[in-house]
C-alpha cells in the first residue's frame, strides 16, 4: 500500500520560467573553488555563472547581493529525522546544569504538556554539577508518572520506576538493563526506544516532522540523509519520510538511509541506501565508553568497549548489501569499530569490485593509519560531525580522561582532505542541532588545530560533498550551469570572515527550485487521505 502511495504521490514543482539574476559574491562550490560575479537563475535551473553578464541578460535587474554571499543550499549528511523531530517537540534536557535544575525543567514540561508519557532528551552526566547520572530513585522522587530520559548520545537512558514496571519483561534480560539504577544500555536501551516510540501517534509525529522541515529550512539547509528505522510499528518511520519527501509544499531532498540488517526490507521498497545506526551501528559512543576501542579506556583497564557483532556478521551484511547494489553506511567511533567497517567494506569490494559505491562511516572519530589509506583507496566516504568537537555535553575534558593522548587524533579532518577522502558534513540530530555554520565553525577551529580546514573546504563539507555521499553531485551541492538552483544567500562572506566568528553566519534566504522556500509546510494532500480516511 505504502510503495503505490509513494508512486501515486507527484514529485514534480513547477518553478515556472521566472527568472533571476543575482550579482556580488557567488561561491559556487565547484571543483575549482570558482568565486565569480554573476549567478543567472531560470525555470528553476541554473542558466549561467561567470564573471560577465551576457548581453542577452542585460536588461534584467540583478539582484545585489552587497556584503552577502550566494552559495549553494546547505546538506546534512547524517541525521536522525524522526528521533529529531519527536525530541524537539518533548522535553529538552540540554540546558540542565544539576539535578535540581534538571527537576524544574521536568515539572514545568509535565505541567505545560500533561503527557502520559515523559520522554526527555538531552541529559549528560558531564554537563552536571554532579557530574554523574541521575538514578531511577532520585527520578521516582520528582515524577510518578512513566519517565524516561535519554542521554545526549542517543545510546542510552534512564527511567523511572513508573517506567521500568511499564517496559514489557522480555526487556528486562536484554544486554545494558540495570533495573536498580534505571540506567539502559545497548540492546535494552534500542528495545525500550522502540517500545515508547511505538506508542506516540501519527499525527503528532507528523506535526512535529512539518515543523522541523522548517527549522532545518530556516537554517539553509534543503538536502538531507536521515537514518531511520527506531522501531516504530512496521517500520512506520522510514516510510513516512519518504512518503512526506514526496509530497512537501516546498521541495526538500530527504536521501533516506534504512538503518537495519535485513536487505529484503530495503529492496522491498526500492530504496538505494541501506544504513545508519541503530541496528546497523557496530559499536557504542565515547559517552557511554561502549565505542569499541584497540586500547582500553584511560580510566578502565579492563574496558576496551563494546562491538556489537562479529566480524562474519559485518562481512556478511556488507558483502550481501553491496552484491545487491545498494549503497551501504554504517556508524562506528572508536577505531576498532572503524576498522571492522573499512575490512568489511574492503573485502566486499575485493569479491565484487564497483568503482562507485560511494559506501561510508558515520563519525569515524578514531581512525587508525590502515583504516585511512583504505578509505582513500576504496573512495569510502566519511559521514562527519564536526559540531561534536564542541559538544558541551561531552567536553574535551571527560574525552581527555577517558581516552588519554588518543583525544587529540579524533576526527582528523585535515588529514583526511590531504589524502583525498570525501568527509561530508551532518549534525547527528539530535545529538547536535542541523545548523551547518556552527558545523563549519567547528571544522575550520579544530581543538587539534593543525586539523583544522579551511572555510571554503567547510562550505563544501556541507554543500558540494554532502550531495556527492548521496549521488546528488550531478544536479546539487555546487552551482554550476544546468543544475537544480538550491542557493542560499548568507548574510556576510565566510571567506572574508575571521575563522572565529564563523558562527554568527546566518542564512537570509534559501531557495529551493529558484523559488523563496516559504516556512509552513503541510502534509500532501494524499498521504493526508490515505492515512487518515474520512468516516
Ligand atoms: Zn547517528
Redesign the pocket.
Known amino acids: 500500500m505504502i510503495q503505490d502511495l509513494y508512486e501515486k504521490i507527484n514529485p514534480e514543482f513547477s518553478s515556472g520560467d521566472a527568472m533571476k539574476i543575482f550579482e556580488g559574491t557567488i561561491l559556487t562550490c565547484d571543483k575549482n573553488d570558482t568565486v565569480c560575479q554573476y549567478l543567472v537563475e531560470k525555470a528553476g535551473r541554473i542558466a549561467y555563472v561567470g564573471n560577465e553578464l551576457p548581453e542577452k541578460y542585460s536588461k534584467e535587474n540583478p539582484i545585489q547581493l552587497g556584503k552577502k554571499a550566494l552559495i549553494p543550499s546547505f546538506a546534512d549528511s547524517?541525521l536522525?529525522f524522526s528521533s529529531y523531530s519527536l525530541f524537539s517537540a518533548t522535553l529538552d534536557l540540554r540546558a540542565a546544569t544539576d539535578f535540581s535544575s534538571l527537576s524544574e525543567l521536568l515539572s514545568t514540561y509535565v505541567q505545560t504538556s500533561d503527557p502520559k508519557v515523559v520522554l526527555g532528551f538531552g541529559i549528560s552526566a558531564h554537563s552536571l554539577v554532579e557530574q554523574r547520572m541521575i538514578t531511577r530513585t532520585e527520578l521516582d522522587k520528582m515524577e510518578k508518572r512513566p519517565v524516561m530520559l535519554v542521554k545526549y548520545d542517543?545510546h542510552a537512558s534512564v527511567i523511572n520506576t513508573a517506567m521500568k514496571k511499564m517496559l514489557p519483561a522480555k526487556m528486562k534480560k536484554l544486554r545494558g538493563y540495570n533495573g536498580d539504577t534505571g540506567q539502559l544500555f545497548q540492546e535494552a536501551f534500542f528495545a525500550a526506544t522502540d517500545y515508547i516510540t511505538s506508542k506516540v501517534s501519527v499525527i503528532a509525529l507528523i506535526q512535529h516532522m512539518l515543523s522541523a522541515v522548517d527549522t532545518m529550512a530556516s537554517k539553509g539547509i534543503s538536502l538531507v540523509h536521515p537514518?531511520e528505522g527506531i522501531g516504530f510499528l512496521l517500520d512506520l518511520d522510514v516510510d513516512l519520510v519518504r512518503l512526506l519527501a514526496r509530497g512537501l509544499s516546498n521541495p526538500f531532498q530527504f536521501r533516506v538511509f534504512f538503518q537495519t540488517m535485513e536487505t529484503q526490507k530495503v529492496l522491498k521498497r526500492k530504496l538505494p541506501r541501506i544504513g545508519?545506526?541503530f541496528a546497523t551501528a557496530l559499536d557504542g559512543c565515547f559517552g557511554s565508553c561502549d565505542a569499541a576501542l584497540f586500547q582500553p579506556y584511560e580510566q578502565d583497564p579492563q574496558n576496551k568497549g563494546i562491538l556489537f557483532y562479529t566480524d562474519q556478521q559485518v562481512d556478511d551484511f556488507v558483502q550481501t548489501a553491496h552484491d545487491k547494489g545498494l549503497q551501504v553506511q554504517l556508524?562506528a567511533i572508536g577505531d576498532a569499530a572503524v576498522d571492522q567497517a573499512v575490512q568489511a567494506f574492503d573485502r566486499a569490494l575485493k569479491n565484487n569490485f564497483r568503482t562507485d559505491h560511494r559506501h561510508s562511516i558515520?563519525h569515524a572519530s578514531l581512525m587508525g593509519p590502515k583504516s585511512l589509506d583504505l578509505c582513500a583507496a576504496h573512495g569510502i566516504g566519511i559521514a562527519a560531525q564536526p559540531a561534536l568537537l564542541n559538544l558541551n555535553l561531552e567536553p574535551y575534558g571527560y574525552l581527555e580522561k577517558i581516552l588519554g593522548q588518543r583525544v587529540n587524533k579524533i576526527s582528523p579532518f585535515r588529514t583526511m582532505l590531504d589524502m583525498g577522502i570525501h568527509v561530508s558534513g551532518g549534525s547527528?540530530a539530535p545529538v547536535t542541532l542541523p545548523d551547518p555554520a556552527f558545523g563549519m565553525h567547528c571544522a575550520c577551529n579544530h581543538y587539534t588545530s593543525s586539523q583544522s580546514v579551511t572555510p571554503m573546504e567547510a562550505l563544501k563539507m556541507f554543500t558540494h560533498e554532502t550531495a556527492w555521499a548521496s549521488f546528488d553531485d550531478g544536479d546539487r551541492g555546487s552551482l554550476e550551469p544546468g543544475k537544480i538552483a538550491d542557493m542560499v544567500i548568507l548574510d556576510q562572506n565566510p571567506l572574508e570572515m575571521d575563522t572565529q566568528d564563523l558562527f554568527r553566519l546566518k542564512t537570509q534566504t534559501l531557495y529551493v527550485q529558484g523559488k523563496k522556500y516559504e516556512p509552513g509546510q503541510k502534509l500532501p494532500e494524499l498521504l493526508w487521505n490515505a492515512l487518515f480516511p474520512k468516516k
Open positions: 547524517h536522525h542517543g537514518a545508519g545506526c556508524h558515520i547527528d
